[in-house]
């Protein structure tokens, strides 16, 4: 179980703030200590870019630098860049950016027990985690989870990549925050993973990715365009429903919360989207639902799932009974015989 301790910085495994020439110095220490330790550095730039400070860093991919490479490149201040992949011995990054606690709190359900005591996480300086680990088997970069409107959630950084290290300069991030060890036993000393605790890190990641099923959106917008246009009847109550009501009506007293009205979070989840509202053919609003754990509304199998209001209102509140449902907002208002 992941302790809110994880996810706060950890002083005791911080550096310390002191002068340039202190700074400079540690900073030679520590990248000196991640070579020893088998993770090949190259110096950042303090501009806020986190870029290289170097014309090409690929060789490091290759091979470790040498010691008077280390002493001038961290003379002064700078960031210090850990190379991931094979030449660090299996180095590789989960990067948690975009709603990075809560990503990181249900990524931590998911895992195996006793798997997350055993990893290293580092608070960035942009206010997501990194967590770093040795693994025989590592990729390139990979986008795992995203969120549903293209944000990234979870990605890897592995052979081809680098992350900031813990005792870069604070202005290597454009925040001007430090990088802070908050978890796992102080850097440079990493956790080695096996191939299937990678597997099950990155499968947990997985399940967390909001993104549609590719095939399965070109297939419904598809049959969209090729559907004849066909204007709601709003005499009838469901019609009418589907026309006018309000879908915060529907949705929150079912436990769903937004922030815009347009971005849904199902029930018992706390950040995220889980649904998102868009307009059909015939001009109504529908909410397409992304996440397969979302109760009534939940996507069966891969990709999404289209509800319409008075759909999601039978759904959520009358147990799919389309009949009592329909009783229920003719009650409401909607409807011809109403009128």
Known sequence: MIKQSMVTPDK????????????????????????????????LKTDGTKAPALA?????????????????????PAGIGLVCGVQSNGLEVLDFDEDPVETMLEWAKILPE?????????????????????????????????????????ESRGDGGYVVGVGSAT???????????????PLPSLPTVSADER????????????????ADEFVRKRRAQLRPLTKPDSDTPWGAFDESADWREILEPAGWTTTNGKHWTRAGKTFGTSAVLGTANNGNEILTVFSTNAGELSVEGTGHRNWGKFAAYAALHHEGDRSAAAKAVLAMGFGRAAR
């Open 12 to 43: 005791a495994h911080s550096p310390k703030r002191s002068n340039r020439s202190d700074m400079a110095s540690s900073q030679l220490d520590l990248a000196r200590a991640y070579v020893s330790a088998g993770v090949s550095v190259i110096p």
């Open 171 to 185: 202005r290597v991030h454009s925040s001007g925050k430090s990088y802070w060890q908050t978890a796992g036993e």
């Open 56 to 76: 090409s860093w690929n060789e490091y991919r290759k091979r470790f630098a040498a010691d008077d490479e280390l002493r001038r490149w961290f003379r002064r």
């Open 114 to 154: 006793g798997l997350l005591d055993r990893l290293t996480i580092v608070a960035t300086g942009g206010g997501g985690f990194h967590v770093p680990y040795r693994c025989e088997s590592v990729t390139g970069n990979t986008k795992i989870a995203m969120a549903a409107e293209g944000g990234v959630l979870i």
């Open 199 to 214: 597997k099950l890190m990155w499968m947990a990641a997985a399940e967390l990715d909001e993104r549609p099923d590719a």
